[in-house]
């Protein structure tokens, strides 16, 4: 347990250390208004919160910066709840009063205004794919050789995917194809698509198609990997900006692992409701040793769908980027929701 005095003073410097990114000395501590306390006396606590883990001190200076234990410790127990300004709720607000029919297009949107908002790189993930269903299918013509297969789900994700067209498949099979599809298939979750085309589909097929195996093999590969949830992104490079991440190479390791979807994915994604802090090492990867992740799950007509996530130094607002994850997180759920039961 840490005294009252403690948690003033550990508190004071991780206040000061987010806002200037240099170690924080007990001159510059005793100076505040909330702390009473000599700097002889703030020293004594400062060495006392290093030996306990919560502080550290650079080679370089004769200041303390907050450990990971310390940013822990923070965000447990000393953080208040952050009122979003007229400012940020007006941006979000405006996410939220555009007309966008497509689910897709409000979680990059999402993205974009979340790390407009932070200056931190925002993590979004789709709709999960195990609870959406077929809406519909569509099969266009964009060459003699190929067409794009296009799935619309019930929550408005799209799915695009070109595919070679066989030599022998004609204009009237496509769209035989495409009637099928949509018979046989709507409704159907998407992960047992391939499963259902191949028990069911697949011998309608061959009652009406000549060249059935074609379509088949056709299908077969436009359905061959149940993909995860989409990785959408906001503010790739805002890391750039910060000290921490002067080096080109760490902030390239970084960017590389970034595009890594199914890796993100994993990451990222949470099926718990509220918000998650995992602070530096927590995050268990080497190139996210700096960095903390908060994240928000959102929520379509009572379903889980997606997780929504901000990527930071350590050295992270964490009190803001709280209050704004948590903010958008409930008004996404909102919107999605009337899309979904528009639609």
């Known amino acids: 347990m840490l005294?009252?005095?403690?948690?003033?003073?550990?508190?004071?410097?991780?206040?000061?250390?987010?806002r200037s990114a240099e170690p924080v000395g007990s001159r510059s501590i005793s100076k505040r208004e909330d702390i009473t306390f000599s700097p002889a006396t703030i020293r004594n606590e400062?060495?006392?919160?290093?030996?306990?883990?919560?502080?550290?001190?650079?080679?370089?200076?004769?200041?303390?910066i907050p450990s990971q234990k310390g940013y822990r410790y923070y965000v447990d127990h000393l953080l208040m709840?952050?009122?979003?300004?007229?400012?940020?709720?007006?941006?979000?607000?405006?996410?939220?009063t555009q007309k966008i029919q497509q689910v897709e297009e409000v979680i990059q949107h999402s993205a974009q205004i979340l790390s407009t908002i932070t200056s931190y790189i925002s993590v979004v993930l789709g709709?999960?794919?195990?609870?959406?269903?077929?809406?519909?299918?569509?099969?266009?013509?964009?060459?003699?050789?190929?067409?794009?297969?296009?799935?619309?789900?019930?929550?408005?994700?799209?799915?695009?995917?070109?595919?070679?067209?066989?030599?022998?498949?004609?204009p009237a099979d496509l769209e035989m194809t495409v009637n099928i599809l949509n018979d046989r298939l709507t409704g159907v979750p998407l992960f047992k698509l391939r499963h259902k085309i191949k028990t069911e589909v697949a011998s309608v097929l061959r009652a009406?198609?000549?060249?059935?195996?074609?379509?088949?093999?056709?299908?077969n590969k436009t359905f061959q990997t149940e993909k995860p949830e989409k990785v959408f992104y906001g503010g790739k490079t805002n890391l750039l900006s910060q000290p921490e991440f002067r080096d080109v190479e760490k902030v390239r390791d970084l960017l590389t692992m970034?595009?890594?979807?199914?890796?993100?994915?994993?990451?990222?994604?949470?099926?718990?409701?509220?918000?998650?802090?995992?602070?530096?090492?927590?995050?268990n990867i080497e190139?996210?040793?700096?960095?903390?992740?908060i994240t928000a799950s959102y929520s379509i007509a009572g379903k889980h769908m997606g997780t929504i996530g901000i990527l930071g130094p350590t050295r992270m607002e964490y009190r803001r980027a709280i209050g704004v994850i948590d903010y958008l997180s409930k008004d996404l759920t909102?919107?999605?929701?009337?899309?979904?039961q528009q639609g």
């Open 287 to 293: 190139a996210f040793e700096q960095l903390s992740l």
């Open 258 to 283: 970034l595009e890594q979807d199914d890796l993100m994915h994993q990451i990222i994604r949470s099926n718990d409701n509220g918000i998650h802090v995992k602070i530096g090492q927590e995050n």
């Open 127 to 170: 709709p999960e794919m195990f609870e959406t269903k077929l809406r519909n299918v569509q099969i266009i013509p964009i060459s003699s050789q190929s067409v794009v297969v296009i799935l619309v789900t019930d929550t408005g994700y799209v799915e695009n995917q070109t595919i070679h067209l066989p030599d022998s498949v004609n």
């Open 334 to 340: 909102k919107l999605l929701t009337n899309l979904y």
């Open 208 to 219: 009406h198609l000549n060249n059935y195996e074609l379509v088949l093999e056709m299908l």
């Open 46 to 64: 400062m060495a006392d919160l290093e030996e306990l883990g919560f502080l550290e001190k650079p080679h370089s200076s004769s200041g303390r």
């Open 81 to 96: 709840p952050h009122r979003l300004t007229n400012e940020e709720r007006k941006n979000i607000a405006a996410l939220f």
């Open 3 to 18: 005294s009252k005095r403690q948690l003033l003073i550990l508190q004071a410097i991780v206040d000061d250390y987010i």
